[in-house]
C-alpha cells in the first residue's frame, strides 16, 4: 500500500499528470502523421490521468488533515490555488481538442471525442474541490490575519 504524502503539495500528483500528457501528445503527433496506432496511446494516457487524481484526492484529505489541525494554512491555500489553475487549464485544453475534432469524425476524430469529454467531466471534480477548499481557507485566512486600517 501506498503511504501518505507527508505534505501538501502539486507534485504529489504531478508526475502521474506529466507522463498522462505525454502519452496524450504522442497520440496528438501520431495522428498528425495519419499513423494507426495513436488510438493505443489514449487508455494510456486516461489510466495515468485516473491515477493522478487518486493522488490529488489523497492530497487533498491530507490537506483537510492539517487545515483542521490549523497547520500550514498558507501551503494548504497555496496547493488548491494551483490545483484550480492546473485542472482548469486541462478542462480548457480537452474541451478546445474536442472541438477542434468534430470535423474530423470519419478520420479517427471520434477517438479524441470519446476520450476528451469524459476525462475532461472527470477534471472538473478535483477543479470543484480545489475551488471550494480555496475559498474556505482563504476566508479562514483572511479573518486570521489582522488588518491594518491606516486612516
Request: with cysteine; aromatic share 18%; glycine share 4%.
Amino acid at each position: 500500500m501506498i503511504k501518505q504524502p507527508s505534505k501538501v503539495s502539486v507534485f504529489n500528483y504531478g508526475f502521474a499528470l506529466g507522463v498522462s500528457e505525454v502519452f496524450f501528445l504522442t497520440s496528438f503527433y501520431l495522428s498528425i502523421l495519419d499513423v494507426s496506432y495513436f488510438a493505443v496511446a489514449l487508455p494510456f494516457s486516461a489510466v495515468f490521468l485516473l491515477v493522478s487524481l487518486y493522488f490529488f484526492i489523497r492530497t487533498d484529505k491530507v490537506a483537510k488533515t492539517l487545515y483542521k489541525q490549523r497547520v500550514e494554512r498558507e501551503a494548504v491555500y497555496s496547493f488548491y490555488h494551483k490545483s484550480f489553475g492546473i485542472f482548469l487549464i486541462i478542462i480548457a485544453a480537452l474541451i478546445c481538442i474536442a472541438l477542434a475534432y468534430l470535423p474530423f469524425i470519419q478520420q479517427g476524430g471520434h477517438f479524441y471525442i470519446l476520450y476528451c469529454v469524459p476525462m475532461a467531466i472527470l477534471c472538473l471534480v478535483p477543479c470543484i474541490t480545489s475551488y471550494k477548499g480555496m475559498k474556505l481557507s482563504k476566508l479562514n485566512i483572511d479573518k486570521a490575519s489582522p488588518h491594518i486600517d491606516m486612516n
